[in-house]
């Protein structure tokens, strides 16, 4: 009979590519990876892994057992949590990752409230915008928002958000907007990993044909805060999500360019690896982002 462990450490070094990576993805020694890869080929009788000093890939062996593997730990993991008492006595390890800006406005309230309520589940936030790789990065769910790339995983839809294009009061000073041509001359404050964002609009709430500018941006970065902390200082124009602009509009420490109705909503996606089974704590997690959200949506 295989054994899991051993299952569970080839897997890890497939996805990862590496077995140090492997070794820390599941808390181990990389002696113990390698011991747990060894035993298993021994036991199949085939060789899994091609080795060299630079690189670790799949024979053609292990491409095939490694898509029997998933299914296989996924069977047992479906069997150990048919035992469990229910949701409400959650354990094991839940690990989300989402953008920190996203994190303090809807994602951690629900994991404190996760953490109290089921002592025995393990949680760990890791705050980031990059597009990762679910398996070999261990995470349980991504948030992502905006539109989402063709993938293999699972996505839930969580809600969506208003987009607000907004500057300071003393940028608009110097720059005055007078109609949208005007976009097309600000200096554009832009999110590395939407480059596209800041030059399509709709002309009126009801147009599907955006348009779109070419101008360069002024600053890029790849956090909502730094572009928020550049906007406040009158270096420009960004496109931000309402959320996290609606209090400094409030304040009058920004002001609105034009309506944010000449913006699509944008969906806000929970993702998750694309197997059989979904773990309750996930299932759990997604149910109370989900709600948090709409919640807080029908009072904006």
């Known amino acids: 009979m295989l054994d899991l462990n051993r299952v569970a450490s080839f897997i890890a070094v497939a996805d990862s590519g590496s077995f140090t990576k492997a070794a820390q993805l599941l808390g181990l020694s990389k002696a113990r990876i390698s011991f747990n890869v060894r035993r298993l080929e021994a036991e199949l009788g085939a060789g899994l892994l091609a080795r060299n000093t630079r ?13 029997e593997a998933r299914q296989l ?17 959650l354990s094991g390890r839940l690990r989300i990752t989402s953008t920190s800006a996203f994190a303090l406005q809807a994602v951690l309230p629900v994991l404190a409230h996760m953490a109290e309520a089921h002592a025995e589940l393990a949680i760990e936030h890791v705050a980031s915008s990059n597009l990762c790789d679910l398996v070999a ?25 208003a987009l607000q294009l907004v500057a300071s009061p003393a940028y608009l000073l110097r720059h005055p907007v007078g109609s949208a041509d005007a976009l097309a001359q600000v200096d554009w404050l832009a999110h590395t990993h939407l480059s596209d964002a800041p030059w399509r609009f709709f002309n009126a709430p009801a147009t599907t044909e955006p348009s779109r500018f070419e101008r360069q941006p002024r600053l890029q970065a790849d956090s909502a805060e730094a572009l928020l902390a550049m906007a406040l200082r009158g270096l420009g124009v960004a496109l931000l999500p309402g959320w996290l602009v609606d209090d400094a509009i409030a304040r009058g420490e920004l002001v609105s360019v034009i309506d944010p109705g000449h913006f699509a909503r944008q969906p806000i996606h929970a993702l998750y690896r694309n197997s059989m089974y979904v773990p309750a704590a996930i299932r759990v997690f997604i149910d109370l982002l989900t709600a948090r959200w709409n919640d807080q949506e029908s009072v904006r």
């Open 137 to 161: 990065e261990r995470f349980d769910v991504a948030i992502r928002l905006g539109e989402l790339a063709d993938s293999d995983y699972k996505a839930a839809r969580i809600g969506d958000y």
């Open 73 to 89: 730990l996924d069977q047992a993991e479906r069997a150990s949590a048919s035992v469990q008492p229910s949701p409400a006595g």
């Open 55 to 67: 690189h670790t890939v799949l024979t053609d062996c292990g491409e095939r057992f490694l898509r």
